[in-house]
């Protein structure tokens, strides 16, 4: 299973990511703000993750991380 890290302090929530992910497993957060005030991004089903890092590639500001 591929192990995901966020740098989510420099989330802006815009969502790139998640239309991106072809397992649609990536939501903004409907619980928190990061200090910039905005929902970062937050994986919800980790298991089903397959590694691709189209949500890596995709992000304009280098949040994620994927290793494989
Ligand atoms: S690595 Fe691929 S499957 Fe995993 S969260 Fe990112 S886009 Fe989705
Ligand atoms: S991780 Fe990157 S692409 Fe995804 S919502 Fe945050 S800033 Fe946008």
Same mark, same amino acid.
């Given at each position: ?35 910039? =005030?905005? !929902?970062?991004?937050?994986? %919800?089903? $980790?298991?089903?993750? @397959? =590694?691709? !890092?189209?949500?890596?590639? %995709?992000? $304009?500001?280098?949040? @994620?991380?994927?290793?494989?």
């Amino acid at each position: 299973m591929a192990r995901l890290t966020f740098k989510e302090e420099l989330c802006k929530g815009c969502g790139l990511c998640v239309a991106a992910c072809p397992k649609h497993i990536l939501e903004l957060s409907n619980t928190h703000l990061n200090q910039k =005030g905005y !929902a970062p991004v937050k994986l %919800m089903k $980790p298991e089903e993750c @397959i =590694g691709c !890092a189209a949500c890596a590639t %995709m992000c $304009p500001d280098c949040v @994620i991380t994927v290793e494989r």
